[in-house]
T-cell receptor, first 113, second 114 residues
Framework: DTEVTQTPKHLVMGMTNKKSLKCEQH?????MYWYKQKAKKPPELMFV???????INESVPSRFSPECPNSSLLNLHLHALQPEDSALYLC????????????FGPGTRLTVL | QQQVKQSPQSLIVQKGGISIINCAYE??????FPWYQQFPGKGPALLIA?????SEKKEGRFTISFNKSAKQFSLHIMDSQPGDSATYFC?????????????FGKGTLLTVNP
C-alpha cells in the first residue's frame, strides 16, 4: 500500500481564519513532507520531518506551522494567510535513508479569500 | 546551483506515437532520478526512477534513458494513449544519508490526441 491520504480535499478560508491540513500514511515511512504547488509549477518543498522531528524548514513564513504528532500523521496549521498562499498543498512520505522515493498524497486545494 | 532543466514545456502527440521528454542536470552528485506523472487536481505519482549505474530502465510502455557523461536523462512513452495526457516532472536527488530534497524540472504538459 503506497497511499498517502490528505484531508480536506478543498478548503476555503478568510485571511483571519485558523485552519489545519491533515496528512496520514501507513507505509511505515519515517520521513514526511509538506509541499506547496502553484498552477503549472513543480512542487515546492516547505517542511521535512524525519523521525517526528523537524529536519528542514525552507524559510517558510510563520503563518504556516507544521506538526508531526506521531510517525503516521502530519499536520499543517494555517493562520492569517494571504491570498497569494492559495495553492495545492501536497503531503509526501518516504523512508528516511537510502534512495528516498517520495510518495505524494492527492493534495488539499486551498483558497484564501 | 542545483538545477534540473526539462524540455519541452509542452508536447502534443498522436495516439500510438512516441512521447519523449528530456532533462539535464548540473550537479554530478545527484544519484537518483525519478519521474512523476501528475493529472489535474491530483498529487504527483511516481512513474519510474533510475540510478546512474544503469543506462536504461523499462517498465511497460515507459522507459528512462540515462546518459551520465552528458548529464542527461529522458522519458520515452511508447504507444502513447490519451490517458497518458498529464504533466510530467523529472527530478533528481542526492540519494542516501539524510538529504531529502528533490530538485524538480519545470514540467512538461503532454497531450495525446485520439
Amino acid at each position: 500500500d503506497t497511499e498517502v491520504t490528505q484531508t480536506p480535499k478543498h478548503l476555503v478560508m478568510g485571511m483571519t481564519n485558523k485552519k489545519s491540513l491533515k496528512c496520514e500514511q501507513h507505509m511505515g515511512h519515517r520521513a514526511m513532507y509538506w509541499y506547496k504547488q502553484k498552477a503549472k509549477k513543480p512542487p515546492e518543498l516547505m517542511f521535512v520531518y524525519s523521525y517526528e522531528k523537524l529536519s528542514i524548514n525552507e524559510s517558510v513564513p510563520s503563518r504556516f506551522s507544521p506538526e508531526c504528532p506521531n510517525s503516521s500523521l502530519l499536520n499543517l496549521h494555517l493562520h492569517a494567510l494571504q491570498p497569494e498562499d492559495s495553492a495545492l498543498y501536497l503531503c509526501a512520505s518516504s523512508t528516511p535513508q537510502g534512495f528516498q522515493t517520495q510518495y505524494f498524497g492527492p493534495g488539499t486545494r486551498l483558497t484564501v479569500l | 546551483q542545483q538545477q534540473v532543466k526539462q524540455s519541452p514545456q509542452s508536447l502534443i502527440v498522436q495516439k500510438g506515437g512516441i512521447s519523449i521528454i528530456n532533462c539535464a542536470y548540473e550537479n554530478t552528485a545527484f544519484d537518483y532520478f525519478p519521474w512523476y506523472q501528475q493529472f489535474p487536481g491530483k498529487g504527483p505519482a511516481l512513474l519510474i526512477a533510475i540510478r546512474p549505474d544503469v543506462s536504461e530502465k523499462k517498465e511497460g510502455r515507459f522507459t528512462i534513458s540515462f546518459n551520465k557523461s552528458a548529464k542527461q536523462f529522458s522519458l520515452h512513452i511508447m504507444d502513447s494513449q490519451p490517458g497518458d495526457s498529464a504533466t510530467y516532472f523529472c527530478a533528481a536527488s542526492l540519494g542516501g544519508g539524510s538529504n531529502y530534497k528533490l530538485t524538480f524540472g519545470k514540467g512538461t504538459l503532454l497531450t495525446v490526441n485520439p
